[in-house]
């Protein structure tokens, strides 16, 4: 993987973005995203988006070679806010991720319009 700053996980900057209503299309479409979500396991758990695979930030660097993902396919990545998201982002580009977006503001934005959600409640 191509080196990437010491500080690749601050949230600076702006990267491609997909609202949560155009992903939930897309999510039902004939070729939908991949989805990464980046939260921690504690909010995976409390509720994610189907199909979601769950890997939190700091563990992604490290983890990026055995991702479950197709690097020719759109790939979205989601964390609560919309801002760990950003450097996973970068992650997944600096890795040969193509059409790498995130969740424009996070599973926030997700609840706030109604959208599904799976949860584990196994706590």
Known sequence: MPRLPFFWWVP??????????DLEKELQGDAPPQLLDVRTRREF????????????????RSRVPRLPFDPQRP?????????????AVRVLKS???????????????WR???LPIQSDHRF
Do not use: N, Y
Not at 45 to 59: D, E, L
Not at 75 to 87: F, G, Q, T, Y
């Open 95 to 109: 890795a040969g991720f193509r059409d790498a977006r995130q969740l424009a503001g996070g599973m926030l934005a």
């Open 45 to 60: 758990r409390t509720g994610h988006i189907a199909g979601a695979v769950h890997v939190p930030i700091g563990k992604l």
């Open 12 to 21: 600076w900057g702006r990267v491609s973005e997909v609202d949560a209503a």
């Open 75 to 87: 790939i979205v990545a989601i964390c609560l806010s919309a801002h760990r998201s950003i450097p």
């Open 112 to 114: 706030r319009k109604g």
